[in-house]
């Protein structure tokens, strides 16, 4: 794994398997993101309900940009002040450069992450994740968020991380895309009652909080296209930190935290509501 061949021909599907079971036909979340991001693999079908969510939110571009700045910032600050050293990265989505592995091993080379995502679209692109420093280490595991004793059990993650030493459970843009029927709360809990004092835990969620219309709008373009959502209040997502310390400046709207760590040279002037996204990131007592 450490020279970002993890998956090899025996442990993934074949190509042709892959493509099959990825649909093109419909939206998908994933795609859609790629698209907010300016990338390219998406479809006419994810393009159309994207630009649909634009309709009633214009900002959603602002909205990814500033997600993924996030969480780039977030890991920077992990790994230099707070010396983390191996990432758990749930609903990874598609790959888009700087990965999360690019930024901390920029930081620290050796640093480990495991890749989690469910869908065979991230599978099909799942070496692009895997190109790692020859001191640190990447891995990709295909495993259900809503399942998180699978995702704990599994022996490619055993094999990369060491759970006996803190690890950052990176969960950035998923659990909006978990229903409260789905149990989000006990799912971080589980994740994080394996995980070692010193752990971090760090979670950027879609709010409605500042434009609540347009945001039951855009929840039901996902809905409609087959994506189970819920955007959650701020008190909603502070839920999920319950129990552990957050770091300065606690929870924030996305662009607000820690804007001195953003690499990005050129930063549009965006408000509260053009960005709508708590963010926090908190460390396991």
């Not at 994810?46 to 939110?57: Q, S």
């Not at 008190?235 to 770091?247: A, P, Q, S, T, W």
Request: aromatic residues 8%.
């Amino acid at each position: 794994m450490a020279d970002g061949t993890a998956l090899d021909d025996s442990e993934s599907e074949s190509a042709a398997d892959i493509q099959a079971s990825i649909r093109t036909d419909i939206p998908h979340s994933a795609r859609m993101y790629d698209y907010y991001l300016g990338g390219r693999t998406n479809y006419r079908p994810d393009r159309e309900a994207a630009d649909e969510v634009a309709t009633v939110f214009p900002s959603v571009f602002h909205t990814a940009l500033e997600n993924r700045d996030f969480m780039h910032r977030a890991t920077r600050v992990l790994a230099r002040s707070y010396g983390i050293r191996q990432w758990l990265d749930i609903g990874t989505g598609i790959p888009t450069s700087p990965n999360l592995h690019e930024v901390a091993q920029s930081v620290a080379a050796d640093a480990r992450v495991v890749y989690v995502d469910y869908d065979p679209i991230v599978l099909n692109y799942a070496r692009a994740l895997l190109r790692s420093t020859p001191t640190g280490r990447t891995a990709y595991v295909q495993a259900d968020a809503t399942d998180p004793d699978s995702i704990l059990a599994d022996q490619t993650l055993a094999a990369t991380l060491d759970l006996s030493r803190p690890v950052a459970l990176s969960l950035n843009a998923l659990l909006h895309f978990i229903p409260d029927d789905r149990d989000p709360y006990g799912i971080v809990d589980r994740l994080m009652s394996e995980l070692p004092s010193g752990s971090a835990l760090a979670i950027s969620h879609c709010t409605p909080d500042f434009d609540p219309e347009s945001w039951a709008e855009v929840v039901s373009v996902y809905r409609n296209s087959g994506t189970p959502a819920q955007v959650r209040t701020r008190k909603e997502v502070e839920r999920f930190f319950e129990g552990y310390d957050l770091i300065e400046p606690g929870i924030s709207v996305g662009h607000r935290w820690r804007p001195e760590e953003t690499a990005r040279t050129e930063l549009p002037r965006v408000s509260d509501a053009d960005v709508s996204l708590w963010v926090g990131v908190a460390i396991k007592p």
